[in-house]
């Protein structure tokens, strides 16, 4: 028996306490019904043929673009019931599919309309061609067949096909070597002659073969198949006993849903404004939303699609039939007369068996009959294998009898009173609309979610990141709703004053909307200034570490040209890493990065405010023999003569280890000059040979090799002292020990 993929899917998510096989309907060339029946294990009852609808009873949209759909309804006795959804969501719902009979019954069958890949339906026709086929594919597939050309010259002609070939020729009127490509039928008259035409636009050519016309029109029929969208039909076989309630739920892809929002400011100012909020609502699902439950998410739960809709065809490998050549006839010595027995145990009958008396043995401890009734993965059975038979206990705990529903319902159930409830679970949260809403099937829908006064008031925002100032609202959320991400739109004296987006605001807190440009307000920085104070010295390990504490003031100047007062909110960057206020100077609000400023500014008049802030700041340098660091260390000793007494030694060897770095240099400048003088000597004297004005350049040799040994021997002694000198420079470096406060002066 062949089975489904996708069917033992949906058999999967539905637990019910009992066994079940699984059947499959018979597949056509173009599509093929899967169906998985549930039967127990007497004789399935016949099912009524009506089919009853279960509608839309509650809509869950999340903000990851799917959505949580619960079908509900009563069913009485034996009954069919139906759910249509679109061909994007079949993949989905097979992936998430939950039925539940809550009043003890059983679901019996699933089934819906699939289709066949395209690919695999053209295998069944013997035409060999692509989906995507060219006219010199579909005369290759023709080859062969008796066919009828007309419309070519000397008339209508009747043949087998044998090829179609290509030909490249010159394009006629024209001098240069452009070239044409031109397709040519060859036919096989009856007669046997062989005929070449060209085929053009007017040629014409029929198959005369019956079978082979409706092998093409087949092919152009799956073409046309796989255009075709339309629904999808779910049918759900319910048996039970008198009335009950059905429930089906799963996911689906849906259009994300948005939030939007109106600030509206009365036209005399209380410190208040009226928030407004609104969702944006598609739906683009096969079925409507009459009078369903409709919640809304801000969240993304992670959610993927598997092609599960798709059946699915394995590759297999293709083995060669392996041959082997004949062997020759073989003559071989006979073997001892010896008789081997071989003991075998049967694990059954615990006889024991030689190895002339080997013989099978019938299956002990298995019923084949019990097992095919057992449906993989019914979480609702305990199964007990015993010797001869399989027994099925229902477990006491069944999955789907009422008061036991599993996940199918959200916390969102328990709505509280109002229009709109808001529920946080995990990381999200949620909208749960009282009312029932309904939005038919391919309707978009605006639904209120919000509707309350909140404490709003108008400010000018201005920041050096955007010198521009912008009017905004200081809006606080004093409602129990978490305002999700969204645009917002201002009114003001009943008059459109801006928009703008706004990021999600939690119960409780506080946030700037900004929404406009202030064109009346202008803002800049009129006076900066910086003091630095050495505050504290450490010197340990070779590392000198100075502190200083510096204090920086900033003036903003805000000027208003309006007829109405401004309230500005400056924008100051915030220092971390011990940085802090001036005494007596406390920000508005104070953000991870920045403080906020409040400067009321009158009409026609301008107003200032000056920052204050102090901090540390730290340098640090180590100290090493490697470098002349003598005028930094001078430097230091004049702004902290403390640290004269420690840095002396250091100083002292830095001073001597840069002497003799400038001896070395001039000795080695030196050395350059005696050896460049011995090397011309030596020319001169090689030009010289034999003559008598030689001996004078041999008196110069000499003295020009005694002038570089010596400068050589200079530079070896130089560098044996720098040597030590550098020990002894790291050696004090490493004995300094000093720490040093501004204000309770040296701590050693």
């Not at 993965?377 to 009898?401: H, K, L, N």
């Not at 009422?402 to 529920?423: F, P």
């Amino acid at each position: 028996m062949r089975r489904s993929s996708a069917v033992s899917c949906l058999l999967l998510a539905l637990a019910v306490p009992f066994a079940f096989t699984v059947t499959l309907a018979a597949q056509s060339p173009v599509a093929n019904q899967s169906k998985a029946k549930l039967a127990p294990p007497q004789v399935a009852q016949a099912l009524p043929s009506p089919i009853k609808d279960l509608p839309v009873r509650k809509v869950v949209l999340y903000k990851n673009g799917v959505g949580y759909f619960e079908h509900a309804g009563s069913v009485t006795g034996n009954q069919r019931v139906g759910i249509d959804f679109t061909s994007p969501q079949l993949n989905d719902v097979l992936q998430s599919l939950t039925v539940l009979d809550e009043g003890g019954g059983r679901i019996a069958g699933v089934n819906y309309n699939s289709t066949t890949p395209l690919a695999e339906q053209l295998k069944s026709l013997s035409l060999g061609m692509s989906d995507d086929p060219n006219s010199t594919e579909l005369f290759q597939a023709l080859r062969g067949q008796r066919v009828e050309v007309t419309g070519g010259p000397g008339g209508g002609l009747t043949g087998r096909l044998m090829s179609i070939e290509t030909r490249s020729e010159k394009a006629p009127g024209s001098d240069s070597d452009t070239t044409v490509d031109k397709f040519y039928l060859t036919l096989i008259a009856s007669s046997g002659a062989v005929r070449v035409i060209e085929l053009t636009p007017a040629l014409s050519v029929r198959p005369l073969d019956a079978n082979l016309q409706g092998q093409l029109d087949r092919y152009l029929e799956l073409l046309s198949t796989t255009h075709s969208t339309g629904l999808r039909h779910l049918t759900l076989d319910a048996l039970g006993q008198g009335q009950r309630e059905l429930r089906v739920s799963y996911i689906s892809e849906v259009p994300v849903w948005k939030s939007t929002y109106r600030i509206v400011f009365p036209r005399t100012p209380n410190g208040s404004a009226t928030m407004q909020g609104w969702a944006v609502v598609d739906n683009t699902v096969g079925a409507d939303w009459d009078n369903v439950q409709l919640s809304l998410v801000a969240g993304a739960p992670q959610s993927f699609i598997q092609p599960l809709s798709q059946p699915l065809y394995m590759r297999r490998p293709e083995i060669p039939i392996a041959t082997e050549a004949e062997l020759t006839p073989q003559t071989h010595e006979a073997g001892e007369d010896k008789k081997t027995e071989v003991e075998t145990t049967s694990a059954a009958a615990g006889e024991v068996i030689t190895g002339a008396q080997v013989r099978e043995l019938p299956l002990k401890g298995r019923n084949f009959a019990g097992l095919s009734a057992l449906a993989p993965g019914a979480a609702s059975e305990r199964v007990t294998v015993q010797a001869d038979a399989v027994q099925v206990e229902p477990s006491s705990a069944a999955f789907g009898v009422a008061g036991n529903i599993g996940g199918v319902y959200h916390a969102s159930n328990a709505y509280q009173e109002g229009d709109v409830s808001t529920n946080a679970f995990d990381d999200f949260f949620e909208y749960a609309l009282t009312q029932p809403v309904t939005i038919h099937k391919n309707e978009s829908a605006m639904v209120p979610i919000l509707q309350q006064e909140l404490p709003a008031e108008h400010v000018t925002l201005w920041s050096e990141k955007e010198p521009t100032p912008l009017r905004a609202v200081w809006l606080e959320n004093k409602s129990k709703l978490t305002l999700d991400s969204g645009s917002f739109s201002i009114f003001e004296s009943g008059e459109f004053a801006g928009e703008g987006l706004l990021d999600p605001i939690h119960p409780g807190e506080k946030r700037l909307l900004s929404y406009a440009a202030d064109q009346a307000v202008r803002v800049k920085v009129t006076d900066q200034e910086s003091q630095r104070t050495l505050h504290h010295v450490k010197i340990g390990k070779g590392v000198i570490t100075e502190t200083y504490m510096d204090v920086q003031s900033v003036t903003y100047s805000a000027t208003n040209h309006a007829e109405m007062d401004r309230m500005v909110l400056l924008e100051h960057p915030r220092r971390t890493n011990g940085w802090s206020l001036d005494e007596g100077l406390k920000a508005d609000e104070t953000a991870p990065d920045l403080y906020r400023f409040k400067l009321p500014v009158a009409a026609h008049s301008t107003a200032k405010l000056e920052v204050r802030e102090r901090g540390p700041e730290h340098s640090r340098v180590t100290l090493d023999a490697n470098y002349d660091q003598s005028v930094y260390l001078l430097d230091l000793v004049k702004r902290v003569p403390d640290a004269l007494e420690k840095l002396k030694p250091v100083i002292d060897a830095q001073s001597a280890l840069a002497d003799l770095d400038r001896r070395i240099k001039e000795s080695k400048k030196a050395e350059e000059t005696a050896s460049a003088d011995e090397a011309r000597d030596r020319d001169n004297l090689t030009a010289l040979k034999g003559n008598d004005a030689a001996k004078r350049f041999v008196d110069e040799l000499n003295n020009a090799e005694d002038q570089l040994q010596a400068t050589r021997k200079l530079i070896a002694g130089l560098e044996e002292q720098k040597k030590a000198a550098v020990e002894k420079l790291n050696e004090s470096i490493s004995q300094i020990s000093f720490d040093w406060d501004a204000k309770a002066g040296n701590r050693e």
